[in-house]
């Protein structure tokens, strides 16, 4: 039950972000503002230039083009610790609501990462 109600909700996040301007959510991400903050994420969630840094070594996912709907929901359940990891849930005490709106607006504009070639 819990679980449908995530996915009602998350479905729900994406249905309005699709819908509607980013203008109308409360917590509007700014993907110009998130270039300051993206910087503790990139060692390990290397986007640019479409390269991961540790291919084979480091099994980091790529959120680079990912929802961010999606990406907001994964920081605020590090935030909260519904979600485990210890790096993310580090990384992820440091944000803000708005820093996170800010980071997903940015990697949800970004290409996916090309696929890791495989060792
Ligand atoms: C120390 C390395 C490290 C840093 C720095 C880091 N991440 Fe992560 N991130 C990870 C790892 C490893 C995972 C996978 C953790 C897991 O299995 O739950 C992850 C998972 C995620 C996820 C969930 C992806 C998914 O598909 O569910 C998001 C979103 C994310 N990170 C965003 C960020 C953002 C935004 C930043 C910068 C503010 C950041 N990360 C910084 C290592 C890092």
């Known amino acids: 039950m819990k679980r449908m109600k995530r996915t009602f909700a998350l479905g729900l996040g994406l249905t309005l972000v699709w819908l509607m301007p980013a203008v109308a ?28 840094a540790f291919p084979a070594t480091y099994n980091v996912p790529k959120i680079g083009g990912q929802h961010a709907a999606y990406i907001v929901k994964a920081l605020q359940a590090y935030k909260s610790g519904d979600r ?23 990697y949800s504009n ?3 990462a090309a696929p890791a070639a495989k060792k």
């Not at 917590?27 to 991961?52: E, F, L, Q, R």
């Not at 485990?84 to 940015?106: I, N």
Request: charged share 20%.
């Open 25 to 52: 959510l409360a917590n509007t991400g700014d993907p110009v503002a998130a270039k300051d903050k993206i910087s503790m994420c990139m060692g390990c969630h290397s986007i640019p230039n479409y390269k991961t």
């Open 84 to 106: 485990k990891h210890p790096s993310m849930r580090a990384v992820a005490a440091t944000l803000s609501e708005q820093d996170m709106a800010d980071v997903a607006a940015y």
């Open 110 to 112: 970004t290409a996916p």
